[in-house]
């Protein structure tokens, strides 16, 4: 069995390949009513687009939406919604010479280990071109957002580019949208741009990226002790896109150098609800949301397919030096914020839709 799906009472199923003829999400659980057309989730999309810039993949791809099924005169039926994008700009030759080689960092060694063939074409479903599908559906979610929790944002950003990171003090939210790395710190943002051009033009290298993001505005009380916390879900929605290999909640690996102390998040009692004197849980409390931010990070590799030879084996077991040609991003982990703002987006509406299938919405009282 091989699992495409994600998700509780909102759930989507992927579909496609890198090079097939189109790849798109299956959405249920969504509720009726939700105002959606094609353009408000093309806005979320053109976050991810690749080919934008120099600093990623210059594969061009519309990435044009197609809304199939589930919606009548511009609202959300509550049934299946079909989404699709059709992939425009394939170059499969590119792929000619790994047909019988196992690129190294690669899946296609254990794609083929686990199902005796695999799709060389720009990895198949391994590639990063299946997350245009998590975008997608995430931009079903945040719409469905809008009408069940308003007052929920999402936000994402690099905060660290191989062995380089932003400096908090300069922390500027806006520069996030003025330039190519999601970076909310323009020093740091101006560095980044000198040394991937550097590795890319020159070291015909790649690297990797850590991603913060951010939900602010969620109720206290989203989760569920146990097996359906809430960061659990997080783990699980961010650790699923390709190329991540760390995920953290709040400080995350960090509270291990913290003392009880330190780590405490001390609570007082405010106007109407609880505050919290800091957020090192990330906002979570025993799988439960505290109403405080949720912050997740994720660590995303570098990209595998890269111009400087790597020494692998053929398919008959046979040594060999491996040149990976075609179209790829030097740091993947650009393309990954608005992927990592998609997951968030879809795990915290489908807790809200849990946490009211199961509580409707009542709440303990404090003061």
Same mark, same amino acid.
């Given at each position: 069995?091989?699992?495409?799906?994600?998700?509780?009472?909102?759930?989507?199923?992927?579909?496609?390949?890198?090079?097939?003829?189109?790849?798109?999400?299956?959405?249920?659980?969504?509720?009726?009513?939700?105002?959606?057309?094609?353009?408000?989730?093309?806005?979320?999309?053109?976050?991810?687009?690749?080919?934008?810039?120099?600093?990623?993949?210059?594969?061009?791809?519309?990435?044009?939406?197609?809304?199939?099924?589930?919606?009548?005169?511009?609202?959300?039926?509550?049934?299946?919604?079909?989404?699709?994008?059709?992939?425009?700009?394939?170059?499969?030759?590119?792929?000619?010479?790994?047909?019988?080689?196992?690129?190294?960092?690669?899946?296609?060694?254990?794609?083929?280990?686990?199902?005796?063939?695999?799709?060389?074409?720009?990895?198949?479903?391994?590639?990063?071109?299946?997350?245009? +599908?998590?975008?997608?559906? $995430? @931009?079903?979610?945040?719409?469905?957002?809008? =009408? *069940?929790?308003?007052? !929920?944002?999402? /936000?994402?950003?690099?905060?660290?580019?191989?062995?380089?990171?932003?400096?908090?003090?300069?922390?500027?939210?806006?520069?996030?949208?003025?330039?190519?790395?999601?970076?909310?710190?323009?020093?740091?943002?101006?560095?980044?741009?000198?040394?991937?051009?550097?590795?890319?033009?020159?070291?015909?290298?790649?690297?990797?990226?850590?991603?913060?993001?951010?939900?602010?505005?969620?109720?206290?009380?989203?989760?569920?002790?146990?097996?359906?916390?809430?960061?659990?879900?997080?783990?699980?929605?961010?650790?699923?896109?390709?190329?991540?290999?760390?995920?953290?909640?709040?400080?995350?690996?960090?509270?291990?150098?913290?003392?009880?102390?330190?780590?405490?998040?001390?609570?007082?009692?405010?106007?109407?609800?609880?505050?919290?004197?800091?957020?090192? +849980?990330?906002?979570?409390? $025993? @799988?439960?949301?505290?109403?405080?931010?949720? =912050? *997740?990070?994720?660590? !995303?590799?570098? /990209?595998?397919?890269?111009?400087?030879?790597?020494?692998?084996?053929?398919?008959?077991?046979?040594?060999?030096?491996?040149?990976?040609?075609?179209?790829?991003?030097?740091?993947?982990?650009?393309?990954?914020?608005?992927?990592?703002?998609?997951?968030?987006?879809?795990?915290?509406?489908?807790?809200?839709?849990?946490?009211?299938?199961?509580?409707?919405?009542?709440?303990?009282?404090?003061?």
């Amino acid at each position: 069995m091989s699992v495409n799906t994600f998700g509780h009472l909102f759930r989507f199923t992927t579909w496609g390949e890198s090079h097939g003829p189109a790849l798109g999400a299956t959405i249920d659980g969504c509720p009726p009513g939700v105002a959606l057309d094609p353009a408000i989730i093309q806005h979320w999309l053109d976050k991810r687009r690749p080919g934008q810039n120099r600093n990623t993949t210059q594969r061009n791809e519309p990435d044009a939406v197609e809304i199939l099924s589930g919606v009548y005169e511009g609202r959300t039926t509550g049934t299946p919604i079909q989404l699709m994008i059709r992939n425009t700009d394939q170059r499969s030759k590119d792929y000619g010479d790994i047909l019988n080689t196992f690129r190294p960092g690669h899946a296609d060694i254990t794609y083929h280990q686990k199902y005796g063939l695999r799709d060389p074409r720009g990895g198949g479903r391994s590639s990063a071109r299946e997350t245009a +599908a998590r975008v997608a559906a $995430g @931009g079903v979610a945040r719409a469905a957002l809008g =009408v *069940v929790a308003p007052q !929920v944002t999402v /936000t994402g950003y690099m905060v660290q580019m191989g062995d380089r990171r932003i400096d908090r003090s300069r922390l500027d939210m806006d520069q996030i949208a003025r330039n190519d790395f999601w970076c909310p710190d323009a020093v740091a943002a101006a560095e980044w741009e000198d040394y991937l051009t550097w590795l890319r033009k020159d070291d015909h290298n790649s690297v990797g990226a850590i991603i913060e993001v951010v939900a602010s505005g969620v109720p206290a009380g989203i989760g569920a002790p146990i097996y359906a916390k809430l960061d659990t879900d997080l783990a699980a929605a961010m650790m699923s896109i390709n190329a991540v290999k760390g995920v953290e909640i709040g400080d995350g690996m960090a509270v291990a150098a913290l003392t009880g102390r330190d780590n405490a998040d001390e609570i007082a009692m405010g106007s109407d609800d609880p505050v919290y004197s800091s957020n090192h +849980a990330g906002g979570i409390l $025993g @799988g439960i949301s505290t109403g405080q931010d949720v =912050v *997740v990070r994720f660590a !995303v590799k570098p /990209t595998s397919s890269i111009l400087s030879p790597r020494r692998s084996i053929t398919m008959d077991g046979q040594p060999t030096e491996v040149i990976t040609k075609g179209r790829h991003d030097p740091c993947v982990g650009i393309r990954a914020v608005p992927v990592g703002e998609a997951m968030m987006a879809c795990v915290i509406l489908d807790h809200i839709l849990l946490d009211r299938g199961q509580t409707g919405g009542v709440r303990g009282r404090i003061g």
